[in-house]
């Protein structure tokens, strides 16, 4: 299904009036003026292919620090993925889950990644929110 998506988002084409493209699940919270100060502050490499690893959990928890309830990729990493994406698919698989999959596709693809361990707190306690430090909350 998460394949069938992003050749949607390609085929609408906005994502390339854009520098980063978002993807969060429908239980996820986002706000995205903190989204925009988060990815302000972590001074990206501009035109290069980059993705985010989101959380400061534990990485064996955690997916190596990217989970997939908020993703963020750069135009340039999508560049990549949308050229090669049917290799990745093939070498890597698709059961290990979304997040599993663009991770591993974009390390594959050489994509380089930043790390923002505020990014995104996965817990559904709603005063987390009047912290205004998370950009993205997940249950």
């Known amino acids: 299904v998460f394949i069938d998506v992003w050749q949607q988002?390609?085929?609408a084409g906005r994502l390339w009036k854009h520098e980063w493209t978002v993807k969060t699940d429908p239980d996820c919270l986002l706000?995205?003026?903190?989204?925009?100060?988060?990815?302000?502050?972590?001074?990206a490499?501009?035109?290069?292919?980059?993705y985010v690893k989101n959380n400061a959990?534990?990485?064996?928890?955690?997916n190596g620090g990217f989970l997939g309830a908020v993703?963020?990729?750069?135009?340039e990493a999508l560049e990549l993925y949308f050229d090669w994406w049917p290799m990745c698919e093939k070498?890597?698989?698709i059961t290990g889950g979304e997040d599993?999959?663009?991770?591993?596709?974009?390390?594959a693809l050489g994509a380089g990644y930043m790390v923002d361990g505020g990014m995104f707190?996965?817990?559904?306690?709603?005063?987390?929110?009047?912290?205004?430090?998370?950009?993205?909350y997940h249950p």
């Open 9 to 11: 988002v390609q085929k």
């Open 45 to 50: 490499p501009v035109g290069q292919p980059v």
């Open 31 to 43: 706000v995205p003026q903190r989204l925009k100060w988060h990815l302000g502050a972590l001074q």
């Open 100 to 107: 599993g999959f663009m991770k591993g596709c974009m390390d």
């Open 71 to 75: 993703e963020v990729f750069s135009r």
């Open 91 to 93: 070498t890597i698989g």
């Open 57 to 62: 959990m534990n990485s064996s928890y955690s």
């Open 121 to 136: 707190k996965p817990d559904d306690d709603p005063r987390l929110c009047a912290l205004g430090k998370y950009a993205a």
